[in-house]
Structures are given as C-alpha cells and as structure tokens.
C-alpha cells in the first residue's frame, strides 16, 4: 500500500530524489539553514514517516476516513515539499557569490528541475473556451433554446454517457438548474445496440419512468431518426445535437 | 457594481477583518497579513453561519442575508476601532527598483492570465461543484437539489460530505451577491483573487524564514517556477494551483495548509498569545468548511508542529495550545460522525 500510495504521488519522477536531496542539504548546512531547519526538517521527516507511510495510520484513515488510495494520496498536501524545495534552492542561490556562477548556478538548476518534471500547460490540459461561461458551445446553445421555449422550468431526456467527460450533459446542468435532465446513465454503445433495436419498446418504458417535454439527441442517432414518429417537432440545433419537443 | 461586489467582500471586508482580528499591537502596518487573516475569517464566519442554518434546514436566502448582515457588521466594527486607534492604512514597504520584484509579478501575472484565458478540457468533478453552486442560487435551496438530475431531493438525501462543506454555498452566496454566473465566478472570477492570495501566504511564510526582502523575493521566485514545472502528478499543490484554483480542495492545499503550517510553528516556536491561538482557531474553521479533508489535514499539522516543538522545547503547554486550536475540528468531527451515523 504504501509503494503504491508513494508511486501514485511521485508518479516515477526524480522529484522524490529532489525532495530527498534537499532534506539532507538541510541536515548538512546546519549554520546557514538554521531556521529552515527547524522548520522543515524535523517536520517533514516525522510527518512522512510516522504519519504518511505509517501502516497503522494508514490503515485507520482507510477505516474511517478514506476509500480510495487517490483520496489518501492527498495526505501529501501537509507535506512543505515546495516550500523545502525553494527554500534550499534560495539558500543554494544565494550562498554562491558570484554573479557569473549565479547564472551558471541558476541554469542549471533550471534544467534539472525541467527534465524532471513537465508542466501542466505541456499536458495539452488547457483549451481556448468558446464563451465566457467557459462551457462547450453546444451546451449553451441547447440551454438557451429549451430555456427560451419553456419560459420557466423544464423536463429534458438527453443521452448521458457513462464518463464524466459527457461536456454537453455537463455544461446543461452547470449553466441551469431549470433544465431538468432526467435519463439512465447508458453508454453509447449499448445504448444504439440495445435499445435502438427495439426503439418502441424503449420508447415506451422510457414515457411510463419518466415524464418530459424535450429530447436531446446526437444530429445522426437512430433516435433522432425515429422521434418524429413519436409527436415530436424540431425545436433547434447545435452543433451534432437536435432538440426536440413534445408536439402539443 | 458587479466588481464592486467581488472588491466589497474579496478585498475589502477580509482587510477590515484582519484588521479587527489581529490587534493594534500585533497589527504594525501589516497589509498582507491583516489581509490573509481577514480572508480566513470571512471563510470561517461563514461555516459557523452556514452550520446553524443548514442544521436548522433553512432556505439559502437567509443564509445570504444572515451572512451578509453579520460581515457588513463586523465590517462597520471594524472601521470604528480603526477610526478610534488611528489605525494607518500602511502596505509593506516595496522595493520599486527591485528588478527581481517586477520578474515575481509578471510569473503570477502570467499564471493569472493563463487560467483566466484558458479552460481545462477534463471535466474532473468539478462539474458536479460548479452544478450545486448554480443550484443553490437558482433553486433557493441548500442542497436540496439533485446535482445529476437537476430535480429537488430532500437535504437527507445529499451526501453528508457536501452537507457538511460550506465552501461551496460561500461561492452561491458571493456569485448572488456579485449577480454573476457561479460558471463566470468559479472559472474568472476566483483565479484573480485566490491565486495572488496563495502567493501572499507564500510572501508571509518566506518572512520566518529570511530576514532581508530580496531573499524572501528570490524564495516567491523559486516557489512560483516550481509551481509551474512542479506537473509530475495531480495529486500535488501545484496541480491545484495550476488547474481548478476555485476548488475547495484548491483552497485548502494552496491557502489555508501553508497559513496553519507557518502560523502554528511560529506559536508553537516563538511567541504564544491568546490573539494567535484564536487566530489559528479561525484559521481551522476555514478549513473544516472547505472540505471534510480539510479537517484532518489542519488538525495533523497542527498537532505535528506542537508535539515536535514540545519535545524540542521541553513545553508540554505547545501540545495543550495545539489541542485548543483544533477545538473547531474536533466539533466538525463530531458533526461528519453524527451525519454518518444518521
């Protein structure tokens, strides 16, 4: 458990041998880290090994506490790892003299603290936002069309994939509380191969769970095919999605 | 007038606050520091309000209203002891010429900027918070909103994690105030303030550890160019700081945990006051309305820092100091234990 917690935190990266160093670099200069000693060094050590990778701590916050090993991988957080970091990369930069060996000091630093690690930019986490809401566009566009029509509050089935990364049945309920979405959490797959195959008996136990005036669905689905035949009128488009509403 | 709002509760009843907290004595000028702890106030004071009417399962109106009486209060308070001890207004004193100065606000600048033209593709969880935000304001309930469906639910029915958190109907109660989408506060918004406000408890934390300003400069520096390289696993700070600031999770990692761990060790090492120890109580109480972790994580600290420093010192007072401040965990741990149990 504890390699895994350890291996969940580094994740395989020099930044534990960088953390490691810099707490003997703190055992070794006791004059000129003095302060940063005793705040550092005494702490990080009990706190990691008498609490972060204590078997028997670990197995009383799995007790009460914790689940998953990537709730208690947040122990880390009260471990000061950047801030020994720095502290000791400060004292290193400032314990060298010369201005010519400060920048050679500086560079590389930089450069083992770069092919160590990468950063979330380099990730490919970050994407331009569509609006300011910061949603997809699809998302808004099919709130403001249900939004406008209904004029209050309304009832909407939409196909929800199982992963949390479904933006369009995401970006709907943070933009809106008013748009009810009420559906089963299907996968794309099984739902065309289940349900699709026999639409009307879907259809059917879908109307008898669940009450609803609009119907989201992908622009090529098979239920965008078939809706029509069930009283339902176009209402809008965004994107690869239709919206439906229930013919009066 | 919307800004106005951010700049009435973000800025300036935090500074009034800090100000009322920390004393004339201890006060001295110091913005920052008046500033950070007036920020864990207005947090704390919230999780107290919050506590009282989510038990008594209240509409979140009167939560905005109770709430924003109480702080304008305090905040008129304030202003008369300030008027009263002749208080200056006084920022630290700043290194203009400092070129070193200039490079540490463009890199937070920078990390500003980026989070607020930028968006993460990844959805995480932070969909499901942004949702119950936005359903607390527009459905005037607390809780009572299931955040799948968008339907009502009885409040029973809420996990007692999210019942418990007060972080996330504090971000319901300033986007009501402000008048702005809990989406445009959490995503914008927040990044502007919280993310200087990390760094100034970085700026407070440096000052234990070097005396002369350009020292405490080049430590900003080195702890602003870890934080952007720092992208080895998502389970650091810096991911926090990097990613979803506006997380409560975000908020504890990056603001209160820094504050508890520098502001304890300088009780428990250096000088022990009533004012400190309530302060760091304060501080506590934040954290327990952040999130569940949070009260664990604050306590651990805390009661880390004061058993080292009792062994070292030979003072068993740190560890009872150390107990007293984790006063506000311990009823929150017996509040998520008795949620539990129901």
Redesign the interface.
Known sequence: MIEEINE????N?S?LLIYTLCIVMLLREKNICK??R??FL??SI??YIF?ICNPLFIAIAFKF?FSLK??Y??????L????T???V??IL??SIMKQKKKILGIFIL?VI??I????????G?????EN????SKESLEISNIILEDCGGEADAVIRKEEN????LY?GI??????????SEIISGDDFDREYYEVFDDYWKRLEEEVSFDYVICDDNSEMCKQIEEKRFDFLGKSGGYVVYKRSD | MRILGFLYLLIFLPFILGNLIIGKKEYNGNFISSFIIGFLSILSIFHVVYLFIMIGRLQFHILYYCYIAILSLLGIFGIIIMMKEHRKFKIERIHLKSKLLYLCFLMVLAQMI?QI?????????D?SY??MV??IV??DTIYG?N?????LQDVSDTLYKYLLTSYYPFLAVLAKFCNV????VC??ILPIFLIPISYMV?WE?SQ???IKYK?RI??LI??S?????????W?????RS??WVWQS?AV??TII??FV??YS?SIF?GEFSKRKLFILMIAVSAACGTT??GI??TS??IL??A??CSI?HKNIKNIFGGIIACSPALISMVLYLIFRIM
């Open positions: 969940l935190f580094w994740n990266s930044y302060k940063g005793k705040m005494c702490y009990a706190v609490l506490f990537e709730e991988v947040r122990m880390f957080y009260i000061p790892i950047q801030e970091i720095c502290y990369i400060t930069f400032l930089v603290v770069l160590s690690s990468n950063t979330f930019i380099s990730q986490l970050y994407v331009v936002p300011i809401y910061k949603i949390a990364n479904d933006s995401w309920r943070q933009y809106t509380q008013k748009i009810h979405l009420k | 980026w033209t930028h968006t993460m593709f990844i959805y995480g969880d969909f942004i949702t936005n359903d527009e459905s909103i955040y799948h469906t968008g339907e989408h809990p989406l445009i995503k914008t970085e934390f234990y550890l070097f020292n080049t430590y080195c702890y160019f870890i934080n952007f390289v720092a992208g080895f696993s389970y650091t700070v810096s991911f990097w990613t999770k504890l990692a945990l820094p761990f520098y060790y090492e569940i972790m664990g994580l651990l600290i880390s820092q058993m080292i070292r």
